[in-house]
């Protein structure tokens, strides 16, 4: 009987909970339930956060299945139809694969932080003030419907088929769930060829110099080609989580609020320029853009009252700048 990659994930559950339940052990014994000021120890587990990752992932594994529906006729039909190379079976083939769905996988998530679309659905896998192994399991089932599966498209006209687009996608996305931890430090040089635990927590981190960097699958050498690759520092612990808190366990909220907040944008902004840059722009444009509208109406006024033009500190540009909400 042949083995359909699409339950690859649920196949490894047990691996999964396995890890999941070591960590919460190991940390019981070796980390303080409370860090500093009051402040719960990021890495551990809480009840309410724990379950509701385990409902997301429950979640996104439902869309998923829905999304290869209609995905793999249209990866079917890109390999019939467009495809440039005809590969022989074998680990040639194989390994040519997973460097090409790794690159692309770097760009879908590089994008999915810098273009509000797509990061409606990728908020969910940030907005945990918490960094452990049940992290991993945070995903949307909004991933469809932002267009997750189009980045794949160009592996079947590389020549690949269906079953190994959704075989590699998943293997990538099942080597990701080993980086969601804090209990395992730096890995020497394995730092500079793959995606590691500190690589990640960087990436799950909301400090000025962490945000919007090391955005691997497996590989980190895309981000170390490509300048995003920031190192973890030592003296500057990671505050995991987001922007705007979303300060909730609901699972759904989790799932809708950033889609939400793009729609209520989209339907105040006066004309289709901004309504478009609500939908497409980095997610801090429309802060950007009421801050800017806001800093005109005060030097509008000032002028009007023939003061000094005084835009407030916080409402330049460069406090919002690079930022994901
Ligand atoms: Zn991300
Ligand atoms: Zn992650």
Redo the contacts with the bound molecule.
């Keep these: 009987m042949q083995f359909d990659a699409q339950w690859l994930l649920l196949a490894l559950a047990p691996v999964f909970l396995a890890c999941i339940a070591w960590e919460a052990w190991h940390l019981s014994r070796t980390r303080p339930r409370v860090a500093s000021n009051d402040t719960p120890d990021s890495a551990r587990y809480a009840w309410p956060d724990t379950l509701c990752n385990a409902a997301l992932a429950l979640m996104h594994q439902g869309a998923d299945k829905l999304a290869w529906l209609v995905a793999i006729p249209v990866y079917a039909y890109v390999y019939r139809h467009f495809r440039l190379v005809s590969w022989q079976p074998g680990l040639v083939a194989w390994f040519a694969l997973f460097i090409a769905q790794d690159l692309l996988y770097y760009v879908f998530?590089r994008a999915?932080?810098r273009v509000r679309w797509l990061w409606a659905a990728?908020v969910v896998?940030?907005s945990s003030e918490r960094l452990n192994f049940s992290t991993a399991f945070r995903q949307s089932l909004m991933y469809p419907v932002a267009g997750m599966w189009v980045f794949w498209i160009p592996l079947a006209m590389l020549g690949f088929t269906p079953e190994q687009i959704v075989a590699i996608v998943l293997v990538n996305l099942a080597f990701q769930f080993f980086v969601h931890t804090q209990t395992i430090s730096k890995l020497g040089w394995l730092e500079y060829v793959f995606n590691t635990p500190s690589m990640h927590r960087v990436?799950?981190a909301r400090n000025a110099r962490y945000i919007d960097r090391n955005?691997a699958g497996v590989l980190a050498i895309w981000d170390r080609m490509f300048g995003s690759y920031v190192e973890e520092d030592a003296h500057d612990a990671p505050d995991y989580g987001i922007v705007k808190p979303l300060a909730s366990c609901n699972p759904l909220k989790a799932t809708f609020h950033e889609w939400l907040a793009m729609a209520r944008d989209f339907a105040r902004m006066p004309d289709w320029r901004s309504r478009l840059a609500a939908l497409f722009a980095p997610p801090d444009w429309c802060e950007r853009h009421d801050a800017l509208g806001l800093a005109s109406a005060t030097s509008a006024a000032s002028a009007t009252a023939g003061t000094r033009c005084g835009v407030p500190e916080n409402n330049t540009e460069g406090e919002f700048g690079s930022r994901s909400s």
């Design positions: 998530h999915s932080h990728h896998h940030h990436h799950h955005y």
